[in-house]
């Protein structure tokens, strides 16, 4: 049966999280690929799993930011960087030791115009620390 939709409605709690007509045969929902929502966690602006830390500072920023982390368990982890609207702006990749803190330069602000913005902080593939970045004009 062909099925024209005429509009998607997102959930107004969940970021990503898409309803769908099916013309008459029930309502289908999911996550958008690829969403990552850093305002599921509670406050809006940090979490951070059980073992897991995530700081930046200086915060607010004016070009470069030193980024420190804790892991509950040795590997690689992803850093991400998103708007307020969750536009991804940037990745890095690094190992990190789960017996250290963790610390790494990450100079991506310098090119940012000021405002809001979300680390986010992976392992494995799931979310494991946010962290509010506020940028602020030179």
Not at 87 to 103: C, M, W
Not at 120 to 128: A, E, P
Request: proline share 3%; hydrophobic share 40%; aromatic share 10%.
């Amino acid at each position: 049966f062909p099925v024209t939709i005429a509009f998607v409605v997102g959930d107004m709690n969940t970021f990503g999280l898409v309803y769908m007509s099916t013309a008459g045969r029930g309502i289908v929902y999911g996550m958008i690929e690829g969403t990552v929502s850093v305002k599921e966690h509670g406050t809006g602006s940090e979490f951070a799993k059980e073992g897991y830390s995530l700081v930046v500072a200086p915060n607010p920023v004016l070009n470069s930011a030193k980024v420190m982390f804790n892991v509950e368990t040795s590997g690689e982890v992803t850093l991400k960087l998103y708007t307020r609207s969750e536009v991804l702006l940037g990745v890095k990749n690094i190992y990190a030791d789960s017996f250290d803190k963790n610390e790494v330069e990450w100079n991506i602000f310098d090119r940012l115009p000021a405002g809001k913005y979300y680390l986010v902080l992976q392992q494995n593939g799931s979310t494991s620390a946010v962290h509010r970045v506020v940028k602020v004009k030179r």
